[in-house]
């Protein structure tokens, strides 16, 4: 079982950046993707970015060129640096990992984006 816990939401304005964690404890992740979905209000949640165990990374179109995804696996932590955010951007942040047949979810972080 791993226990995920998000944090470095806040608001923000357009133009603006923020920088999520999220920190796997209970077992380690680093041999697994891990990925960062958000879901805005009266919306469906969906996938933003993903980092393979080999540090290959995956983004949703809508924030390529303005988001980066990372990890530290001595520190079992995955990050999002996100720059240029648009009030589109707007949503509650989730951290997640498949491992043992099951999907980890963290509990979200909100990010809001407005002037």
């Known amino acids: 079982q791993v226990q995920l816990v998000e944090s470095g939401g806040g608001l923000v304005q357009p133009g603006g950046s923020l920088r999520l964690s999220c920190a796997a404890s209970?077992?380690?992740?680093?041999?697994?993707?891990l990925s960062w979905y958000r879901q805005a209000p009266g919306k469906q949640r969906e996938l933003v970015a993903t980092?393979?165990?080999?540090?290959?990374?995956n983004y949703a179109d809508s924030v390529k060129g303005r988001f980066t995804i990372s990890r530290d696996n001595a520190k079992n932590t995955v990050h999002l640096q996100m720059n240029s955010l648009i009030p589109e951007d707007t949503a509650v942040y989730y951290c997640?990992?498949?491992?043992?047949?099951?999907?980890?979810w963290g509990q979200g972080t909100q990010v809001t984006v407005s002037s």
């Open positions: 997640s990992v498949g491992l043992y047949g099951l999907r980890y």
């Open positions: 209970g077992s380690s992740v680093s041999f697994y993707a």
């Open positions: 980092i393979s165990r080999t540090q290959s990374t």
